[in-house]
């Protein structure tokens, strides 16, 4: 990361050009109940969400985490833009299974399961960020009864030594090469009042935090607050 300006001419706290588009089909087989292509600058991806669907008796399901009597199945598939899928795709199909179990409203019929398959469509940077996101619209189109809504976020944080660490949103992969410190955080808005008073209002938790290098405490509570300020602007935005 070039020090006093970024590649694309954005400010360091600033997210690149997001759109998204419903009720998209065809990245995988069977039955689809939400789907959703995002671009995040030219990170694109398309999601698309199964179910639930009865879980098969063979299939041992786990409660998701700190739910009382939710037994829900969660199932990813993430394909690389090309080729097979290798370690990369199976640690993000983690992620994304994590995060879901995350958000799960208890309301959520029991013994069933949830299948999300994405597709990378190409990449530029925040990845887990942009298939995180994508998940999300994908469950609320299907109608899966979530806690709040989601949104994610990612914050490189650029080797600035003897500097301050500087810290930079959304980054591309040309920036997250020359980083630090990746980390992508995921935030469930408690509130579905869309308005911009209770949007910055609204209680924010934390239910996602996946970071790739090395920091120290002060910069980690650094890029939370930074992370959680800019999922706040998503959300506004998405609401407009």
Same mark, same amino acid.
């Given at each position: 990361?070039?020090?006093?300006?970024?590649?694309?001419?954005?400010? =360091?706290?600033?997210?690149?050009? *997001?759109?998204?588009?419903?009720?998209?089909?065809?990245?995988?087989?069977?039955?689809? #109940?939400?789907?959703?292509?995002?671009? *995040?600058?030219?990170?694109?991806?398309? $999601?698309?969400?199964?179910?639930? #669907?009865?879980?098969?008796? +063979?299939?041992? /399901?786990?409660?998701?985490?700190?739910?009382?009597?939710? +037994?829900?199945?969660?199932?990813?598939? /993430?394909?690389? /833009?090309?080729?097979?899928?290798?370690?990369?795709?199976?640690?993000?199909? #983690?992620?994304?299974?994590? !995060?879901?179990?995350?958000?799960?409203?208890?309301?959520?019929?029991?013994?069933?399961?949830?299948?999300?398959?994405?597709?990378?469509?190409?990449? =530029?940077?925040?990845? @887990?960020?942009?298939?995180?996101?994508?998940?999300?619209?994908?469950?609320?189109?299907?109608?899966?009864?979530?806690?709040?809504?989601?949104? *994610?976020?990612? $914050?490189?944080?650029? &080797?600035?030594?003897?500097?301050?660490?500087?810290?930079?949103?959304?980054? =591309?992969?040309?920036?997250?090469?020359?980083?630090?410190?990746?980390?992508?955080?995921?935030?469930? !808005?408690?509130?579905? =009042?869309? *308005?911009?008073?209770?949007? #910055?209002?609204?209680?924010?938790?934390?239910? &996602?935090?996946?970071? %790739?290098?090395?920091?120290?405490?002060?910069?980690?509570? &650094?890029? @939370?607050?930074?992370?959680?300020?800019?999922?706040?602007?998503? %959300?506004?935005?998405?609401?407009?």
């Amino acid at each position: 990361m070039v020090d006093g300006g970024r590649g694309d001419g954005r400010e =360091d706290l600033e997210l690149r050009s *997001s759109r998204y588009e419903l009720g998209v089909t065809g990245v995988g087989n069977g039955k689809v #109940e939400g789907s959703v292509r995002l671009t *995040s600058g030219r990170t694109e991806v398309a $999601v698309e969400v199964k179910g639930p #669907e009865a879980s098969l008796a +063979s299939v041992v /399901v786990k409660p998701t985490a700190n739910r009382d009597r939710v +037994s829900v199945n969660v199932k990813s598939v /993430v394909s690389p /833009v090309s080729g097979q899928s290798g370690e990369r795709e199976q640690a993000l199909e #983690e992620s994304i299974i994590k !995060f879901v179990a995350g958000v799960l409203d208890p309301s959520c019929p029991p013994r069933t399961t949830i299948t999300v398959v994405a597709q990378i469509l190409s990449e =530029d940077g925040s990845l @887990l960020a942009c298939l995180l996101n994508a998940t999300a619209l994908a469950l609320m189109e299907a109608g899966i009864p979530l806690y709040g809504t989601p949104v *994610s976020v990612a $914050v490189a944080v650029a &080797h600035s030594e003897p500097s301050p660490p500087r810290l930079c949103l959304d980054p =591309d992969l040309a920036e997250e090469r020359t980083s630090q410190l990746v980390g992508t955080y995921s935030y469930l !808005f408690s509130s579905v =009042d869309s *308005s911009e008073s209770a949007i #910055e209002e609204m209680k924010a938790n934390i239910v &996602h935090v996946s970071t %790739l290098g090395n920091s120290n405490a002060q910069t980690a509570l &650094h890029a @939370l607050t930074v992370a959680e300020k800019a999922a706040r602007l998503v %959300l506004r935005t998405r609401a407009c």
